[in-house]
């Protein structure tokens, strides 16, 4: 998988964009504020339907203006692919694939599986439960349709229901209504439970290794799934915590409040880890990603590096660059001084300058 050209209209700062990318590495380097990451945030919003900076469409579209398109070109199994993207301040978005429109986002994803790489992701270890539950979610809808169905219905049963406990405390005859909801929950819920647990399983089968390599035979690294409740629990202690929620207004309950653990030996890292460790595990987590996207689809994502080399010592750099082999990349920076120090390959370099493309 390839994206070949990548075309941009009145989205953030570009009012126009047409860039032609190498099958390789790509570097877009430029100032600070220049709209490197713009780019990146294009293509995965091709890939996924969603900003990874969790933007709304109508703060994407430039000022003034009532729409943006994003046309993303990509080769697929030999063969040329055209997704058209259409962002619209007042309506939901268009999705068309090669010229053919789509009524459900979902169709969308797996045709392009995207990674992508930020300096925030670093921090992923030690950061809140939300951001680990984020990394996983994003992956499985990228990876399965099935867990992106049942994940988006089971949001929108967590929304009704708290919606739902609101009313009660104002009206307490609404709470016969409760068990209707919580069976729906339970029935969501535990489909995404036993995914999670799978995605960490095959995550753990490709990180030791990584992490061994990455921190020098030093650790030996495991993710550990902590589920807020199990499957055959989820049912009871709904019920259970039916006055407690009416009290909280909110549903305590529930894969939406689950987290996972990176264990070094015995040392949950996320809590007693230094900072080292858990940004070598980050890296680690990042790398395995890329491996499981492979094993999966058979096939090899895009690599979206945003600015993360310049937060990486130079083993880590190293070892990062050396690791992408046949993905296609897109890497930004402010330089170009940590490539040529390491006579890293590139296929083509770009220069951004206040939303303009120099080749």
């Not at 595990?281 to 895009?302: Q, R, Y």
Request: with cysteine; aromatic share 8%; charged share 30%.
């Amino acid at each position: 998988m390839i994206i070949k050209s990548l075309e941009l209209a009145n989205f953030r700062n570009y009012e126009t964009l047409n860039i032609q990318l190498d099958k390789g590495t790509n570097i877009l380097y430029g100032d600070n504020a220049q709209g490197k990451t713009n780019i990146l945030e294009a293509i995965y919003i091709s890939s996924t339907t969603k900003s990874h900076k969790g933007a709304k469409d109508q703060d994407i579209i430039q000022f003034q203006k009532e729409e943006a398109h994003i046309r993303t070109y990509l080769e697929k199994n030999n063969a040329e692919v055209k997704v058209d993207m259409h962002l619209r301040k007042s309506k939901s978005k268009g999705i068309a694939i090669d010229g053919q429109k789509i009524k459900k986002a979902a169709d969308l994803l797996g045709l392009l599986n995207v990674v992508f790489f930020s300096p925030e992701d670093l921090n992923i270890i030690k950061n809140g439960p939300a951001e680990r539950r984020r990394f996983v979610d994003m992956e499985l809808c990228q990876l399965d349709s099935f867990y992106l169905y049942n994940l988006n219905h089971y949001n929108k049963i967590v929304n009704q229901r708290n919606k739902l406990l609101k009313d009660i405390y104002f009206n307490p005859s609404l709470k016969d209504t409760l068990n209707i909801w919580d069976s729906q929950l339970v029935s969501f819920g535990s489909k995404i439970i036993e995914r999670r647990k799978a995605f960490v399983q095959q995550l753990n089968d490709i990180i030791y290794g990584i992490h061994k390599k990455l921190s020098g035979d030093r650790e030996e690294l495991v993710i550990q799934y902590e589920p807020n409740v199990e499957i055959e629990d989820l049912e009871r202690k709904l019920q259970l915590n039916q006055e407690r929620d009416v009290k909280l207004k909110m549903t305590s309950v529930g894969p939406h409040r689950d987290d996972f653990c990176f264990n070094v030996g015995n040392i949950d890292i996320r809590k007693f880890g230094s900072q080292g460790q858990q940004r070598t595990a980050a890296l680690s987590l990042k790398l395995s990603e890329i491996e499981l996207v492979k094993k999966l689809t058979k096939d090899t994502p895009v690599l979206l590096l945003d600015d993360v080399l310049s937060e990486l010592d130079s083993n880590r750099q190293n070892y990062l660059l050396n690791s992408i082999g046949d993905i296609q990349t897109i890497i930004t920076c402010t330089g170009l001084d940590d490539f040529v120090n390491n006579r890293f390959e590139i296929n083509k370099v770009f220069k951004i300058v206040n939303g303009a493309v120099e080749e």
